[in-house]
């Protein structure tokens, strides 16, 4: 995922109202930038931390400028979490996600199980059962070289596992793809003290059927790209 123009750099002067964050660039410009991420942004959001800005001169926009990537752990983090759906489809169509090649057919945002909608579906009519395939962002890091999610309870998360399982039952395929947006962890593991219900869900729903996947990212400041595989730390000993 490539930016429109190269991120600016700054420093975080506070996030607020979940949304917002005022940020002094490094030319001494103080700007308001939208923050796309609801969630709770641990260890991400600390006054004075480093972060990259994205800008778009769009008179039709209240704020010019985005909060993209954060300066934490040991490299930048993306906190955008409207880009993993866009870096997992690019990452599919270019082939570089081996477990999800050979479907020549990729479909964003589509129905399943009456008004709710899965992120990704890749179908071949002629070959194979269509593959289901939910994406999340994933950027909250407690223990070196460990990526958890999530970082907020989320029962939306929870109703997701549960629409892949019965696609599974249905006879299709359901992935569950962690979209890591950092290049430092070595591993990936549930917040089970954060959210209770989150990780035994995910758990269950792999011994369903249901293949979950964990890939990190390489980021700059001109791009975003899906990188390498992660293994689960307690991933079920059948998966």
């Not at 006879?171 to 947006?181: D, P, S, T």
Request: hydrophobic share 40%; with cysteine; net charge neutral.
């Amino acid at each position: 995922m490539q930016f429109v123009s190269p991120l600016v750099r700054g420093r975080l002067v506070q996030r607020y109202k979940r949304f917002f964050a005022d940020v002094e660039l490094d030319s001494g410009d103080l700007v308001t930038a939208h923050v796309p991420n609801p969630g709770a942004m641990l260890g991400l959001k600390q006054v004075d931390q480093p972060v990259w800005l994205s800008k778009v001169d769009d008179p039709k926009r209240k704020l010019a400028h985005t909060l993209e990537m954060v300066e934490a752990g040991a490299g930048m983090v993306g906190v955008n979490t409207m880009h993993p759906n866009r870096i997992a489809a690019e990452a599919i169509a270019a082939g570089h996600i081996p477990e999800l090649t050979g479907y020549p057919l990729l479909r964003r945002e589509v129905k399943c199980d009456g008004d709710s909608r899965i992120d990704i579906l890749l179908e071949d009519a002629d070959r194979r059962p269509p593959a289901w395939i939910e994406v999340k962002n994933c950027h909250f890091m407690r223990e070196a070289a460990v990526a958890e999610f999530p970082d907020c309870v989320t029962t939306r998360g929870v109703k997701h596992l549960k629409a892949l399982e019965r696609r599974v039952e249905a006879g299709e395929r359901a992935v569950m793809l962690f979209v890591i947006q950092r290049g430092d962890a070595e591993s990936f593991d549930t917040a089970d003290d954060i959210d209770k219900a989150y990780g035994p869900a995910l758990r269950d729903a792999a011994a369903r059927g249901v293949e979950v996947l964990c890939y990190d990212c390489h980021l700059s400041p001109e791009a975003i790209r899906l990188n390498r595989p992660i293994p689960w730390r307690r991933a079920p000993a059948a998966v």
